[in-house]
């Protein structure tokens, strides 16, 4: 199409389903310290190999509980209850104004160990399920993301920021945000609405024809503090920040977070990748070790695929990997460059295959898997990030010295 408009969201550190995730992942790092510590590894690859851990990590919360689940194998002793009382503390649910104290909530802990006929195929070095993951990159920002997820994730990222430093002191955590950008000749343009949904205290309302609803200063504020720093100036030609803006479009977001809505482990698989501009394999990311290839597959997927791109060879890629469960190699690698290529897919795979091992064990060691980096994935996006491993682009100069330009 000519023109067209596209719509990301993305969700903040308080947004129940994020806690979830953060949480899961919180108690993957503690695992995966006491591994490093003790010098266990992923696989028994050699007969003196002391294999690792296995986590599959899910949590649920609701309304004062929550409950932490999963099948988990290790030698570590976690502090669950602990975990999670440090992780609600820092991402500031403190008391009854936010409807979720960590000081009085009550945990459960559910945890049980892996399936040993999974253990089987995976002890080996064979991925941890079969399944397809998705890989994607595009030239629209220098993040090598699409426009619109990076501003929705910028948008809950301020809200962190001045809700943190007391810059707005009436912010609970729970946000959600929302980008509509336009595209003109297949390249982001403008952007056209932003919404903000941002709990409050009771500080920030107002009565307005006989309810309670946020005052309009409330609004203002934030749209000025957040919202305007948020959104780089060269995409807001025709924007009109009293119209294009919605905040709160309810009128009202004092009840928030698990008061209001319950959180599961893994229910944000947009919000984590590509904002809905590429495909997804299906598996959800948090919780889950890196011999899962749910997880590990999607970030080599996401690291060939950014080094494509950062090469020249496309404006956009796509990269599919799919595995059976307890198998190494994966039986079909899928490359589409959706017509910017400057060579054939046919060509790439095989570049690919000569650059990047995409045997499971072959990713945790040329990406550093197995380090407790996880928590800090849990938020703001998985990919676009550079402080994460399959972020980098080094393998462009092979890629470029293999294909000849």
């Given at each position: 199409?000519?023109?067209?408009?596209?719509?990301?969201?993305s969700v903040?550190?308080?947004?129940?389903?994020?806690v979830?995730?953060?949480?899961?992942?919180?108690?993957?790092?503690?695992?995966?310290?006491?591994?490093?510590?003790e010098?266990?590894?992923?696989?028994?690859?050699?007969?003196?190999?002391?294999?690792?851990?296995?986590?599959?990590c899910?949590?649920?919360?609701?309304?004062?509980?929550?409950?932490?689940?999963g099948?988990?194998?290790?030698?570590?002793?976690?502090d669950?209850?602990k975990v999670?009382?440090d992780l609600?503390?820092?991402?500031?649910?403190?008391?009854?104004?936010?409807?979720?104290?960590?000081?009085?909530?009550?945990i459960?802990?559910?945890?049980?160990?892996q399936?040993p006929d999974?253990?089987m195929?995976?002890?080996?070095?064979?991925?941890?399920?079969?399944g397809l993951?998705?890989?994607?990159?595009?030239?629209?920002?220098?993040?090598?993301?699409?426009?619109?997820?990076?501003?929705?994730?910028k948008?809950?990222?301020?809200?962190k920021?001045?809700?943190?430093?007391?810059?707005?002191n009436?912010l609970?955590?729970?946000?959600?945000?929302?980008v509509?950008?336009?595209?003109?000749d297949?390249k982001?343009?403008?952007?056209?609405?932003v919404?903000?949904?941002?709990?409050?205290?009771?500080?920030?309302?107002e009565?307005?024809s006989?309810?309670?609803?946020?005052?309009?200063k409330?609004?203002?504020?934030i749209?000025?503090?957040i919202?305007?720093?948020?959104?780089p100036?060269e995409?807001?030609?025709?924007?009109?920040f009293?119209k294009?803006?919605l905040?709160?479009?309810?009128?009202?977001?004092l009840?928030?977070?698990p008061?209001?809505?319950t959180g599961?482990?893994?229910?944000?698989?947009?919000v984590?990748?590509?904002?809905g501009?590429a495909?997804?394999?299906g598996?959800?990311?948090?919780?889950?070790d890196?011999?899962?290839?749910?997880?590990s597959?999607t970030y080599?997927?996401?690291?060939v695929?950014k080094n494509?791109?950062?090469?020249?060879?496309?404006?956009?890629?796509?990269?599919?990997?799919?595995?059976?469960?307890?198998?190494?190699?994966?039986?079909?690698?899928?490359i589409d460059?959706h017509?910017?290529g400057?060579?054939n897919?046919?060509?790439?795979?095989?570049?690919?295959?000569d650059?990047?091992?995409l045997?499971?064990?072959?990713i945790?060691?040329?990406?550093?898997l197995w380090?407790?980096?996880y928590?800090n994935?849990?938020?703001?996006?998985?990919?676009?990030?550079?402080?994460?491993?399959?972020?980098?682009?080094?393998?462009?100069?092979?890629?470029?010295?293999?294909?000849?330009?």
């Amino acid at each position: 199409m000519k023109s067209f408009l596209f719509t990301s969201e993305s969700v903040g550190e308080g947004h129940p389903d994020k806690v979830c995730d953060q949480i899961s992942d919180a108690v993957l790092d503690e695992v995966l310290k006491f591994d490093l510590k003790e010098g266990l590894k992923p696989y028994r690859l050699k007969p003196e190999d002391k294999r690792g851990s296995r986590v599959a990590c899910e949590t649920f919360i609701t309304v004062g509980l929550v409950i932490v689940g999963g099948e988990i194998t290790t030698e570590a002793w976690v502090d669950v209850h602990k975990v999670v009382r440090d992780l609600l503390k820092d991402i500031g649910y403190t008391g009854p104004e936010y409807g979720f104290d960590y000081k009085t909530c009550a945990i459960l802990n559910a945890i049980g160990p892996q399936s040993p006929d999974i253990a089987m195929g995976v002890d080996t070095g064979g991925a941890g399920d079969q399944g397809l993951m998705i890989g994607y990159a595009c030239k629209e920002t220098e993040e090598l993301m699409p426009l619109p997820i990076i501003l929705a994730h910028k948008l809950v990222l301020k809200q962190k920021e001045v809700r943190k430093n007391k810059e707005i002191n009436y912010l609970g955590p729970d946000c959600k945000s929302q980008v509509t950008v336009e595209y003109i000749d297949g390249k982001p343009r403008r952007v056209k609405k932003v919404v903000l949904s941002t709990q409050h205290t009771i500080e920030a309302t107002e009565e307005k024809s006989g309810k309670k609803v946020m005052s309009k200063k409330a609004k203002e504020e934030i749209v000025e503090k957040i919202v305007k720093t948020a959104i780089p100036e060269e995409y807001l030609e025709g924007f009109d920040f009293s119209k294009d803006v919605l905040i709160n479009p309810t009128g009202l977001f004092l009840v928030g977070g698990p008061q209001s809505d319950t959180g599961m482990t893994g229910r944000k698989i947009i919000v984590d990748t590509y904002g809905g501009m590429a495909l997804h394999g299906g598996g959800a990311f948090s919780g889950k070790d890196p011999t899962k290839v749910d997880r590990s597959a999607t970030y080599a997927a996401r690291y060939v695929a950014k080094n494509i791109v950062a090469s020249g060879v496309a404006e956009k890629c796509t990269v599919q990997i799919a595995y059976a469960i307890g198998v190494r190699d994966p039986i079909a690698i899928m490359i589409d460059t959706h017509g910017t290529g400057k060579v054939n897919e046919e060509k790439l795979i095989e570049v690919v295959n000569d650059v990047f091992d995409l045997t499971p064990s072959g990713i945790i060691e040329m990406l550093d898997l197995w380090k407790p980096i996880y928590r800090n994935t849990a938020c703001f996006g998985h990919f676009g990030r550079n402080e994460f491993p399959w972020e980098k682009t080094d393998k462009v100069p092979e890629i470029r010295g293999k294909l000849g330009i």
